[in-house]
């Protein structure tokens, strides 16, 4: 079984390429401004470092958000193609999730979050259980009110991780923090619980509207 997994949800692009669930070869680099322009090269530079071609491949990965729309979008757009092209399955996995599996060896709750601007943040908030990652918040649109809330509440030591704690830093609670880069390379812990989707009709996890479809509900409730 060889595997591509892509993830760029937040201007960071990660691609990993995977035999048996081991991990043969993985690029990392920064992608805010030129995803499309760089993606394909560096999924076919992320095989040759494996020592293997797209005729190798029996599976594609896509992490299917949330995060920046225009990056979802050609992660989804490209794994979508390759599955199709290659008759290959497609699973997908969230990229709060692969954001977790940074703390996958902690014992405290884990609050992966991604900034949604204006106050806002894409979070959810995971537990590992019997080397499971399971779900305590689910991954949604929150404010931080709301998010500080709930962990207030659970009364339960946390970690925030994700490259956005920086700037969001004087929002959140005193907390550990992890800063990491998200590595798809590590979808080798949660692989088993991996499902196939259809190819055709797989679709981002936006978990809002677009900022012009916000407005065109608006003009029409004005």
């Known amino acids: 079984m060889v595997s591509i997994i892509v993830e760029a949800s937040n201007g960071f692009c990660s ?9 043969l070869s993985q690029r990392n680099m920064e992608c805010s401004n030129n995803l499309s322009a760089i993606i394909l090269q560096e999924i076919n530079n992320c095989l040759n470092d494996a020592g293997k071609s797209k005729k190798d491949l029996t599976e594609i990965i896509a992490s299917n958000g949330p995060g920046s729309y225009t990056a979802i979008r050609v992660v989804a757009a490209i794994c979508k193609t390759l599955a199709y092209t290659l008759k290959l399955p497609l699973k997908v996995v969230s990229s709060l999730k692969l954001q ?78 992890n800063k990491n880069e998200v590595s798809a390379a590590n979808v080798v812990k949660i692989y088993d619980s991996l499902e196939i989707v259809d190819s055709y009709n797989m679709k981002p996890q936006y978990l809002r509207k677009t900022e012009a479809e916000r407005e065109l509900e608006n003009d029409k409730n004005k």
């Not at 691609?15 to 991990?23: P, S």
């Open 100 to 177: 977790a599996l940074l703390e996958f060896e902690s014992n405290k709750l884990i609050v992966p979050l991604i900034d949604a601007r204006r106050n806002n943040v894409f979070a959810a908030v995971y537990k590992v259980e019997n080397k499971k990652l399971i779900e305590v918040l689910q991954e949604d649109y929150y404010s931080l009110e709301e998010l500080n809330n709930f962990l207030k509440n659970k009364d339960e030591q946390f970690v925030y991780v994700g490259r956005d704690i920086k700037k969001l830093k004087e929002k959140l609670l005193l907390a550990e923090n």
């Open 15 to 23: 691609i990993a390429c995977l035999e048996n669930n081991k991990v």
